[in-house]
T-cell receptor, first 116, second 114 residues
Framework: AQSVAQPEDQVNVAEGNPLTVKCTYS??????LFWYVQYPNRGLQFLLK????DNLVKGSYGFEAEFNKSQTSFHLKKPSALVSDSALYFCAVRDGGVDSNYQLIWGAGTKLIIKP | EAQVTQNPRYLITVTGKKLTVTCSQNMNHEYMSWYRQDPGLGLRQIYY???????DKGDVPEGYKVSRKEKRNFPLILESPSPNQTSLYFCASSFSGTLIYEQYFGPGTRLTVT
């Protein structure tokens, strides 16, 4: 079955430190992987994607993510966290299975808290 | 300004009273979708539309209806709401092809069914 997991409900990081938000997936075929961010009382915003090519993809607001095929992971990273990065982060993967409708499968979300 | 708008933003209603949540986008997007967001469950897709007059069920379509008569509008209809439909609802839109995955989201509609 196609699935995506975000193993941490919450991640706490001090401002200025590097941050990582974890995501692992299970899909048929080649994965299309995405990260979205949801700020309080707002809709989701697209951050970055991996479809093919370089395993390290760069996105908005200084975020990047590393695709690791052997570990079936797509962790979100940022070298130096800002308080304004505090938000809910969602990982998503395209369902490419035989019976799929090619829609996105969403993780449960990880709350990122950056402390001053 | 490019945006997806939803109305109402907040709604409290009673079981069985039909309601419609409107969604409109001004970006000429072909693709539109409705999601519900519940704590610990992430986003679950209700219905989606690849273009005008083309709609399809998502993961949790029971109790919902949609229509796509115009490209810009994609209303969500709850014919007989029940308390288990209390949730935060998001409409999203995008261009077609691989851009379908770069979705623009509305601000959300918080629905409470008592």
């Amino acid at each position: 079955a196609q699935s995506v997991a975000q193993p941490e409900d919450q991640v706490n990081v001090a401002e200025g430190n590097p941050l990582t938000v974890k995501c692992t997936y299970s899909v048929s075929g080649n994965p299309y992987l995405f990260w979205y961010v949801q700020y309080p009382n707002r809709g989701l915003q697209f951050l970055l994607k991996y479809i093919t090519g370089d395993n390290l993809v760069k996105g908005s607001y200084g975020f990047e993510a590393e695709f690791n095929k052997s570990q079936t992971s797509f962790h979100l990273k940022k070298p130096s966290a800002l308080v304004s990065d505090s938000a809910l982060y969602f990982c998503a993967v395209r369902d490419g299975g035989v019976d799929s409708n090619y829609q996105l499968i969403w993780g449960a979300g990880t709350k990122l808290i950056i402390k001053p | 300004e490019a945006q997806v708008t939803q109305n109402p933003r907040y709604l409290i209603t009673v079981t069985g009273k039909k309601l419609t949540v409107t969604c409109s986008q001004n970006m000429n997007h072909e693709y539109m979708s409705w999601y519900r967001q519940d704590p610990g469950l992430g986003l679950r897709q209700i219905y989606y539309s690849m273009n005008v007059e083309v709609t399809d069920k998502g993961d949790v379509p029971e109790g919902y209806k949609v229509s796509r008569k115009e490209k810009r509008n994609f209303p969500l209809i709850l014919e007989s709401p029940s308390p288990n439909q209390t949730s935060l609802y998001f409409c999203a839109s995008s261009f077609s092809g691989t851009l379908i995955y770069e979705q623009y989201f509305g601000p959300g509609t918080r629905l409470t069914v008592t």
